[in-house]
């Protein structure tokens, strides 16, 4: 591992912070929808680490939470909000070089007989394990997989095309990738100076384990096995051709790594979702989740916007005088407005279910906080339909629900 691995866990990182914020927000809301399918549920962490953050010297009980404790918590939740009766789950979580902290760390918290399994060779070897034991189990299990890896290298499109040949009921994938870090790791292989300031001295995200020496002509093909394409060769050309900006080159990485997803994994929905954690106008990180459902699409879309003024508070995004939204730099590589957008998403598509516009809507064009102001813009001044069941109020007032809930649907049409 690289040199950071020693102190890796003493203190969580700002970005660590906003990213298990996330996992924990879609968890909560998504794990008992999956219970609901009567399949047994696998939660399976790639890179599970130590399960709290804190040195030797800090007592247990003020040490933070990690991913995996973070998970058996959000499971434990929805078991208990769950009308299913004993739903069948497992935890399993890879890590070769903590897996005997983590063993301690779920022992000493308040999930020591929860159903877990710790897998302490690395990723992506263990993975072939995980295989392996859902294949003897005879079961057609659910699984989410959530990849924070050490470094963006040991992301191998190989490994995905693995877990997809699985037999499973469904999947979904939760993916740290650090775009602006193979950005950098690609311009190093061809000796490409990073005009950006910003990006080339980027210190907010450190990789535990960095791809090193690399001069070394082997990246190139290491780091088409992230990609799984050579086609990111193209887009860093354009870049030292001063044809694109960095910023424009890390949005282009990001595209493709998503068409990867749906494309070759043949996922319906993926979204790419930029995470910033400064006044900056632009994204550190991306977060990429790939599902083949509108329910969890919808789910992590409407978390993500839900979430927007907590993301502000905790991580000093806001300063005096207002802050550009956290996805407005998303709005910014557009040419048309939001309102261009969710028309032209609507052209030709008849009446969408709630979910069916907020999935596609998220997948085909971008995460934005300022959707449903403009969906109730749209409607009052005519150009979108919102027919809602039910329609109205026990007091006979009609309902000017935005998003769909338990009860409370919607149906959204263009009026062309």
Known sequence: MGKTTEDFFKKKKDWSIAKDDLLRSYLNAYMAKLFHTHKPTIYLDCFAGAGKF?????????????????ALDAIRNAVKSTKIYNPVYLACFIEPEYYKELETNIRLSQHPNDKYKIYSGSYPGEIKAVISDIEKSGDIPNLFCYLDPFGVKYLKFETFKQIRRCKLNSIELLINFNSFGFLRYACGVWKIRIKEIEIDKAEEMNERDPLMNIENGDCLARLDDVMGTSEWRRIIEDYRRDKITGYEAESGLAALYKRQLKQVLDFKYV?????????????????????????GATIMGNVMRGRQDYLYEQ?????????????????????????????DFLKGKGELSGNEFFAGFYDEKFLTAKLLKVMKKLEECNRITIRRDPE????????????????????IRLNE
């Open 392 to 411: 109205t109020k026990d007091n006979g007032k009609p309902f000017r629900f935005y998003t769909e809930a338990q009860g409370k649907h919607l149906y």
């Open 54 to 70: 804190g040195s030797g010297c800090v007592p247990y009980q003020e040490k933070v939470d990690g991913s995996p404790l973070i």
């Open 315 to 343: 991580y000093s995004m806001m300063k005096s005088g207002g802050c550009r939204g956290l996805f407005e730099r998303e709005d910014l590589l557009v040419r048309s407005s939001v309102e261009e957008n969710v028309i």
């Open 271 to 295: 979204l790419s979702i930029p995470i910033r954690l400064n006044e900056s106008s632009h994204p550190k990180y991306r977060m990429v989740y790939a599902t083949n459902h509108e329910d």
